[in-house]
């Protein structure tokens, strides 16, 4: 499989990116998911597959501590292009073992305890979203931090076993932006209030102009530890 995605990272280089989420469409029909989290990436993607090819599967992960702008985006973008985004939630029993030992917002206490929280409302809902695909289309930059400056076009996951697709890998944050005026792709309006990466609620904090667009995320941890895990480099 890595052999496989070095040899589609060079063959699809040059595509559009609408033709990029066809073949992989073709080629493995019911088995291509888009994983959501509603940050300008995502909804940039979500405009491109409800316009390119509506099979594509579209989820998005409810760790229940999200933004009320969030749920609300949701409801518009459904509406917009007309598509159903699917949710997935933790399982219910370890979100509540989780926090009758440890405390609602245990994240804030140590790093152990925020990927404990990660694992249970993002890592282990992400693998099942993951289940039966072979593709997985995610919105990741090069550009968005440190820890994502040197991903590609097409990868193998080694953790989930599937075919890590980045559209939007060498796009800029200009470019981003420029697509969702244009196309008048409805966005958070948190992204107006100095938000520019939008996660958990109580692990985004606003972000001064010109810094890092995710030291917003657990803008209490060192750059290195700043991912939640669903995408281990
Ligand atoms: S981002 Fe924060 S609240 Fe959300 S799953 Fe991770 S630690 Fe928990």
């Known amino acids: 499989m890595k052999e496989l995605a070095n040899t589609l990272n060079d063959k699809l280089q040059n595509l559009k990116i609408s033709e990029i989420l066809m073949y992989f469409s073709n080629e493995y029909p019911e088995q291509v998911v888009f994983t959501t989290s509603m940050g300008a990436e995502d909804q940039?993607?979500?405009?491109?597959?409800?316009?390119?090819?509506?099979?594509?599967?579209?989820?998005?992960?409810d760790t229940g501590r999200l933004f009320q702008e969030?749920?609300?985006?949701?409801?518009?973008?459904?509406?917009?292009?007309?598509?159903?985004?699917?949710?997935?939630?933790p399982n219910n029993s370890s979100v509540e073992k989780m926090v009758n030992v440890k405390g609602v917002n245990l994240f804030y206490d140590s790093i152990e305890n925020r990927k404990l929280c990660c694992n249970i409302r993002k890592i282990e809902p992400l693998k099942r979203a993951l289940e039966g695909n072979?593709?997985?289309?995610?919105?990741?930059?090069?550009?968005?931090?440190?820890?994502?400056?040197?991903?590609?076009?097409?990868?193998?996951?080694?953790?989930?076993?599937?075919?890590?697709?980045?559209?939007?890998?060498?796009w800029t944050n200009e470019m981003v932006w420029e697509y969702i005026k244009n196309e008048k792709v409805p966005y958070n309006p948190l992204h107006d209030k100095n938000y520019p990466s939008i996660g958990c609620q109580p692990c985004t904090?606003?972000?001064?102009?010109?810094?890092?667009?995710?030291?917003?995320r657990w803008w209490w941890e060192n750059?290195?530890?700043r991912e939640c895990g669903l995408h281990k480099r």
């Open 134 to 170: 072979k593709v997985w289309i995610n919105g990741l930059r090069r550009d968005q931090s440190t820890t994502r400056n040197n991903i590609n076009l097409v990868e193998f996951d080694e953790v989930t076993n599937v075919l890590k697709v980045n559209p939007l890998y060498n």
């Open 44 to 61: 940039v993607l979500t405009s491109k597959i409800a316009k390119t090819d509506k099979s594509i599967k579209i989820v998005t992960l």
């Open 70 to 89: 969030t749920y609300e985006l949701i409801q518009r973008t459904e509406s917009k292009f007309n598509i159903k985004i699917n949710i997935i939630f």
């Open 205 to 216: 904090s606003t972000v001064e102009h010109g810094k890092d667009i995710r030291s917003g």
């Open 223 to 225: 750059p290195e530890t």
